[in-house]
């Protein structure tokens, strides 16, 4: 009987990690040699995405079933995660072998700075969505700009988050000190809503693209009791950390709001380790682009990924794999 229970727990612990996506992956490294999108054996690879309902775990999830359903080679299996500073660790560590992230995170890793000590060996296949910072407050906390946080309940994002990034970033051009002018919360986006209707959280940061699921509900189910702030007035100092970071609006029409909103926005970009299999990486990036409908019906910011932007990842390298595809789609230099 106990040997019968050992190899369940066993086949169950291996089914757990299987379906979460975790170190699965079969996937070759660079051999060298020309790049023919042509996948020989059967290859499983991971995808890190972000929280539950976010959009990258909806883009994910999304891409995964397009890569099954291309009757090719290639499995993939995504998986929720803390997003874009553990998505990167955890891709060169070979739990991942494709990651969202967003372009500021990306930028730190191939330098090494931020949050990462070593230079990291990534590449991307392709500049994708841009998301948007979307700072929300209740407005019983009387919150009206990013310096009125001072000794309020913050949610800056999962830990190792892109957004945990970006808030701390914010607060520190705001004149804020992250780790003692706020009681910083490190949630992630579905405990953050809950936090904010239940009065426990006075505002939170969430980048993300549009529109994201979590804030959705949000402003659905608690319109009256929120609102937006607009933190564009922090950009200049924002821009001295790196210049990725733009004015961008979020629509009326993407939330149901009463006016735009003025904000900061980043772009994403698909990564994956600089020395994968080429001809995985092509194949991956020509799913993106041959399958782009499909993943615009699973979250509109999909609509966002265009062959005349999808080189546009500055300072991190594109894949040499998803090169090869980006010519093979014609796309612009």
């Known amino acids: 009987m106990r040997r019968i229970l050992a190899v369940t727990t066993l086949s169950a612990l291996a089914l757990a990690a299987t379906s979460c996506g975790g170190r699965q992956n079969t996937a070759a490294t660079d051999a060298g040699g020309d790049v023919t999108c042509q996948v020989a054996q059967d290859t499983r690879i991971g995808i890190a995405t972000g929280n539950a309902t976010g959009v990258y775990f909806a883009l994910g999830n999304a891409f995964a079933e397009q890569v099954n359903a291309s009757?090719?080679?290639?499995?993939?299996?995504?998986a929720e995660t803390g997003a874009s500073v553990q998505n990167i660790q955890q891709l060169v560590a070979g739990t991942y072998d494709v990651a969202f992230s967003l372009a500021d995170t990306a930028a730190d890793a191939v330098g090494g700075t931020g949050g990462f000590t070593a230079k990291q060996p990534v590449a991307a296949l392709a500049r994708i969505h841009t998301n948007y910072t979307q700072v929300i407050v209740r407005k019983a906390a009387g919150i009206k700009d990013v310096a009125g946080m001072k000794g309020k309940r913050i949610s800056t994002g999962s830990p190792k988050s892109g957004t945990e990034v970006i808030a701390n970033r914010v607060l520190t051009a705001a004149g804020l000190d992250p780790a003692k002018d706020v009681s910083a919360q490190k949630l992630d986006l579905t405990k953050t809503v809950d936090g904010i209707k239940d009065g426990t959280i006075d505002a939170?940061?969430?980048?993300?693209?549009?529109?994201?699921?979590?804030?959705?509900d949000l402003l659905t189910t608690a319109k009256d009791q929120v609102e937006f702030l607009d933190i564009t007035p922090l950009l200049p100092e924002l821009r001295k950390i790196n210049e990725v970071y733009q004015e961008g609006?979020?629509?009326a029409a993407v939330y149901q709001q009463a006016a735009d909103v003025k904000t900061v926005v980043v772009p994403n970009f698909l990564l994956v380790r600089a020395d994968l299999d080429p001809d995985v990486a092509c194949v991956l990036t020509k799913t993106l682009f041959d399958r782009k409908a499909q993943l615009a019906q699973a979250n509109a910011a999909a609509r966002e990924i265009t062959l005349e932007t999808a080189r546009r990842t500055s300072p991190v390298p594109v894949h040499r794999g998803a090169e090869k595809a980006l010519d093979d789609l014609h796309a612009p230099q």
């Not at 009757?71 to 995504?78: M, S, Y």
């Open 71 to 78: 009757g090719g080679k290639v499995r993939a299996t995504a």
């Open 249 to 251: 609006v979020v629509p």
């Open 204 to 216: 939170f940061f969430w980048s993300g693209g549009l529109p994201t699921p979590g804030i959705t």
